[in-house]
């Protein structure tokens, strides 16, 4: 029964050709713009996403104490959480987390390297966690026992000579600490009187260039509680004792902000790459919203185009549907030939949408590939020159329509003409088909 409906509502269309074409038309302009629109925003996050790290820094999660707590409802000292061992080990238990990487820091001291000194960024970490960290080496292995470190692409960029004179005072210079000898001196003023402390310091590994570990050296954790508990003369209490930072290695994209979420809600502050992508992700869904409803408005322009044409062939139809009726039809066949009538409608359009949609796409990319494989020129800088980010990190994906999207779009399209095709069709079905067959 249904297929013979289905051929009827194909007859009647292709009586109307003209008609049917100019109202799928306003359907197609509508479909465009939603996919169009939205592709701008998948291309424009998949660009930003490129432009942030790589996706192992994606999974990175950097977790502080939550600072700032005032106010007349603030809790007492002794109920603000702590990074301490404790809270390491609820950390391991959530849910997507693939390792808890506590740091503390060395509490002072400098480095020596002949005549010159310099600074850097002790960091204390546990070595069976290195392989989470998303490190590499470029000399050396990418381990650390006691007494050995790793150290930083930039960490002996700035020494300097403290008995330098005249235009050399604080003149830096760098130092390969891969290759070149040198100590760790602490100082202690813990005691009444200061003395210092001098360390020789074996590398095991310079490290690859890395935004968070440049001018950092990595050392193992229990040497840097020693070191400290030496310069201040404080043995860590296991019950008291607080990590300076603590890095959380999720095990995917997707599970960060899950894991982020968590880390919240024990009370600390979330933060990195991995927290970073999360804010992007949120302004870029609030983006697709945003676009997505203003090309939706061209699809409401075009559902009224279809109400009105449905109405135009009812109108035109009426003493046929008288006689459908006088010979058996039901109010629901009615109905049915109508909704089918409007929701091809909006399929012909949709599909003629996303088929426009992909050539718009391929132009569009196209045309940014070549922009950005162009050399640039000052007096003549192309398409790409009105574009806010260089074009060559998002490969020519300017436009991105997924499979998903399409198939959104398409069935949005077909929906809009069924639910704009509802009244007239609901009027056809409830028209008695005595006045019906008298309509001239």
Same mark, same amino acid.
């Given at each position: 029964?249904?297929?013979e409906?289905?051929?009827?509502a194909l007859?009647?269309?292709?009586?109307?050709?003209a008609?049917?074409?100019?109202?799928?038309?306003? =359907?197609?302009?509508?479909?465009?713009? #939603?996919?169009?629109?939205?592709?701008?925003?998948l291309?424009?996050?998949?660009?930003?996403?490129?432009?942030?790290?790589?996706?192992?820094q994606?999974?990175?999660?950097?977790?502080?104490?939550?600072?700032?707590?005032?106010?007349?409802?603030?809790?007492?000292p002794?109920? #603000?959480?702590?990074?301490?061992?404790?809270?390491?080990?609820k950390?391991?238990?959530?849910p997507? =987390?693939a390792?808890?990487?506590?740091?503390?820091?060395l509490?002072?001291?400098?480095?020596?390297?002949?005549?010159?000194?310099?600074?850097?960024?002790?960091?204390g970490?546990?070595?069976?966690?290195?392989?989470?960290?998303?490190?590499?080496?470029?000399?050396?292995?990418?381990?650390?026992?006691?007494?050995?470190?790793?150290?930083?692409?930039?960490?002996?960029?700035?020494?300097?000579d403290?008995?330098?004179?005249?235009?050399?005072?604080?003149?830096?210079?760098? #130092?390969?600490?891969?290759?070149?000898?040198?100590?760790?001196r602490?100082?202690?003023?813990?005691?009444?009187?200061?003395?210092?402390?001098?360390?020789?310091?074996?590398?095991?590994?310079?490290?690859?260039?890395?935004?968070?570990?440049n001018?950092? @050296?990595?050392?193992?954790?229990?040497?840097v509680?020693?070191?400290?508990?030496?310069?201040?003369?404080?043995?860590?209490?296991?019950?008291?004792?607080?990590?300076?930072?603590?890095?959380?290695?999720?095990?995917s994209?997707?599970?960060?902000?899950? #894991?982020?979420?968590?880390?919240?809600? @024990?009370?600390?502050?979330?933060?990195g @790459?991995?927290?970073?992508?999360?804010?992007?992700?949120?302004?870029?869904?609030?983006m697709?919203?945003?676009?997505?409803g203003?090309?939706?408005?061209?699809?409401l322009?075009?559902?009224?185009?279809?109400?009105?044409?449905?109405? @135009?062939?009812?109108?035109?139809?009426?003493?046929?549907?008288?006689?459908?009726?006088?010979?058996?039809?039901?109010?629901r066949?009615v109905?049915?030939v109508?909704?089918?009538?409007?929701?091809?409608?909006g399929?012909?359009?949709?599909?003629?949408g996303?088929?426009?949609?992909?050539?718009?796409q391929?132009?569009?990319?196209?045309?940014?590939?070549?922009?950005?494989?162009?050399?640039?020129?000052p007096?003549?800088?192309?398409?790409?020159?009105?574009l806010?980010?260089?074009?060559?990190?998002?490969?020519?994906?300017?436009?991105?329509?997924?499979?998903?999207?399409?198939?959104?779009?398409?069935l949005?399209?077909?929906?809009?003409?069924?639910?704009?095709?509802?009244?007239?069709?609901?009027?056809?079905?409830?028209?008695?088909? =005595?006045?019906?067959?008298?309509?001239?």
């Amino acid at each position: 029964m249904f297929s013979e409906l289905l051929a009827l509502a194909l007859n009647n269309l292709s009586r109307a050709r003209a008609r049917l074409l100019m109202t799928a038309g306003g =359907v197609l302009v509508g479909t465009t713009a #939603v996919i169009l629109l939205i592709a701008l925003t998948l291309g424009l996050q998949q660009a930003a996403e490129a432009s942030i790290g790589n996706s192992a820094q994606l999974t990175e999660i950097d977790v502080y104490p939550s600072y700032g707590f005032a106010g007349p409802n603030a809790p007492p000292p002794e109920d #603000v959480p702590t990074l301490n061992v404790k809270t390491v080990q609820k950390l391991w238990q959530i849910p997507g =987390v693939a390792a808890v990487i506590p740091v503390t820091r060395l509490q002072g001291g400098e480095l020596i390297a002949g005549k010159l000194s310099g600074f850097v960024d002790v960091q204390g970490v546990d070595p069976r966690l290195l392989p989470f960290m998303n490190l590499g080496v470029q000399e050396g292995e990418l381990d650390i026992r006691r007494g050995e470190v790793l150290i930083g692409a930039n960490a002996g960029d700035y020494f300097y000579d403290p008995n330098a004179q005249g235009e050399n005072a604080g003149q830096s210079t760098p #130092v390969d600490l891969f290759t070149t000898p040198f100590r760790l001196r602490l100082y202690q003023y813990s005691s009444a009187t200061p003395s210092e402390r001098r360390i020789n310091i074996k590398v095991k590994g310079k490290l690859l260039p890395a935004d968070r570990y440049n001018f950092s @050296m990595l050392m193992h954790i229990q040497d840097v509680l020693a070191y400290n508990e030496w310069i201040t003369g404080v043995r860590p209490d296991p019950e008291t004792f607080t990590y300076d930072q603590v890095i959380i290695r999720t095990t995917s994209r997707e599970t960060t902000n899950t #894991v982020s979420s968590a880390v919240r809600e @024990m009370g600390f502050q979330a933060g990195g @790459m991995g927290e970073y992508l999360n804010q992007l992700n949120g302004f870029f869904s609030t983006m697709r919203l945003v676009l997505g409803g203003v090309g939706g408005v061209a699809l409401l322009v075009a559902a009224f185009g279809v109400a009105n044409t449905m109405t @135009m062939a009812i109108l035109e139809r009426t003493k046929e549907i008288g006689l459908m009726k006088a010979i058996g039809a039901t109010d629901r066949d009615v109905l049915t030939v109508f909704l089918i009538e409007a929701g091809l409608v909006g399929l012909v359009g949709g599909l003629a949408g996303v088929g426009l949609s992909y050539f718009l796409q391929n132009l569009v990319n196209q045309a940014v590939l070549a922009a950005s494989q162009t050399p640039a020129d000052p007096n003549n800088p192309g398409i790409g020159g009105f574009l806010p980010f260089d074009t060559s990190r998002i490969g020519g994906q300017l436009l991105v329509i997924s499979p998903e999207l399409a198939l959104f779009a398409l069935l949005l399209a077909t929906g809009v003409g069924l639910t704009a095709g509802l009244y007239p069709a609901l009027r056809a079905a409830r028209m008695a088909p =005595v006045i019906a067959l008298k309509m001239e």
